[in-house]
């Protein structure tokens, strides 16, 4: 049963105004250009930037007048995509990639509507860790869904260079191994490189997130959040074993990457969507 959620009366006009203002700023970053456009990436950097308000009137209450911070499978997904973009518009700045620009515009514009008719609620802090405790466990998504995106391309580029479609210039501008990279473009050796890099930041951030809430937890619990964290962890920690010890590369090394990134998505965003959503309320 899916319960209908009366968003403007729990977060209030100014925030659906923010929304909107913001989804527009993503269509227009998404929007397909025959010619080259310079409005698309300022679009992008003006929706961040209004995701970014909203996330502070939504996530940490500015001017709500209550403590805590308001936590749900939307406002997370929200903010994960809002960190996923700030890492893309700094990698921007060195590799322009308009096919990542357009993926990532038309997520924020979805994230920011989910997270607006699913808002979530107010929790207070159960100590002084738990928010670090928190923003470490939203850093490791981010981290993970960097890596997800970087693996996604490398295996279009992957697939195109093998179908032989791609000729001298790779999927997203990317250029093939052994080949030197334009000013557009990146060798997929590096972009393979830079993919485990992100894993491995979030795996180092996941774990001392889940040794932080071992230590500060009051009573130790198996619900869904502890045994899909367990297994996300475990996943990741086959990956980077496997691609240290056995070499794991390509395809075999992105569909570990692709496991693990679902379990962690399940153990927070997935169980809170069922309770939020799926579970009637009494």
């Not at 001017?63 to 700094?90: M, N």
């Not at 981010?142 to 995106?149: H, I, K, N, R, T």
């Not at 074993?241 to 075999?252: H, K």
């Amino acid at each position: 049963m899916i319960l209908p959620i009366a968003p403007v009366q729990t977060l209030g006009v100014a925030p659906l105004v923010l929304a909107l203002m913001a989804v527009l700023a993503y269509a227009v970053a998404a929007w397909p250009t025959r010619s080259p456009s310079r409005l698309p990436a300022p679009a992008l950097v003006a929706g961040w930037l209004l995701h970014a308000v909203l996330l502070g009137l939504d996530i940490g209450g500015w001017g709500r007048g209550e403590p805590g911070a308001r936590l749900g499978f939307g406002p997370v997904l929200s903010l994960t995509v809002w960190l996923v973009l700030a890492v893309h518009e700094i990698e921007s700045r060195f590799m322009p990639l308009p096919g990542v620009r357009r993926v990532l515009a038309i997520n924020g514009a979805a994230v920011v509507l989910v997270a607006w008719a699913f808002p979530g609620e107010v929790r207070a802090a159960a100590s002084v860790w738990a928010p670090v405790h928190w923003l470490l466990g939203v850093a490791s998504y981010a981290l993970f869904g960097a890596a997800v995106l970087h693996a996604w391309m490398l295996d279009s580029a992957e697939r195109q260079l093998r179908l032989r479609k791609a000729g001298a210039s790779g999927a997203f501008g990317l250029a093939p191994a052994g080949m030197p990279a334009g000013p557009m473009g990146m060798p997929l050796l590096r972009l393979e490189r830079l993919t485990f890099r992100f894993v491995e930041a979030g795996f180092v951030v996941l774990t001392g997130a889940l040794l932080l809430g071992v230590a500060t937890a009051a009573q130790w619990r198996w619900d869904h959040k502890t045994v899909f964290s367990l297994l996300g962890w475990t996943v990741f920690a086959a990956l980077l074993l496997g691609r240290q010890w056995r070499g794991w590369r390509g395809r075999r090394a992105t569909r570990w990457l692709y496991a693990g990134a679902v379990l962690l998505l399940l153990a927070y965003v997935g169980s809170r969507f069922v309770f939020e959503v799926l579970v009637p309320r009494g």
